[in-house]
């Protein structure tokens, strides 16, 4: 059984960080394609960063230069540091795990599995 769960949201001021955390049980991150995504109500779910595993990692632009995602192999764990955050990141932010290797990261309907999402209001 494989399970998801994020962490780490909460409310902070612009300018703030804030770290998010994805524990993953049942499954290997070490071995797969792990991403984060985000989504307002109202609008599409939006890829935000994303790992592989050629070792490549991929930003939104709208993020490049402020987030930065990272794992923990031996944790099983999946981060996102938020840096300079604004407003407009204000979203629910979901952890997604199992990509084909050869598919684009930004795309959701790639991934298998899904956490059930942690708030981030920025205001």
């Known amino acids: 059984h494989v399970q998801l769960v994020e962490s780490g949201g909460g409310s902070v001021q612009v300018g703030g960080s804030l770290r998010l955390s994805c524990k993953v049980s049942g499954y290997n991150i070490g071995r797969n394609c792990m991403g984060w995504f985000r989504q307002v109500p109202g609008k599409e779910r939006e890829g935000v960063a994303a790992t592989d595993t050629y070792g490549r990692i991929n930003y939104a632009d709208s993020v490049k230069g402020r987030f930065t995602i990272s794992k923990d192999n031996a944790k099983n764990t999946l981060y996102l540091q938020m840096n300079s955050l604004k407003p407009e990141d204000t979203a629910m932010y979901y952890c997604?795990?199992?990509?084909?290797?050869?598919?684009?990261?930004?795309?959701?309907?790639?991934?298998?599995?899904w956490g059930q999402g942690t708030q981030v209001t920025v205001s």
């Open positions: 997604a795990a199992d990509r084909p290797r050869d598919t684009w990261w930004g795309s959701d309907r790639a991934y298998t599995y």
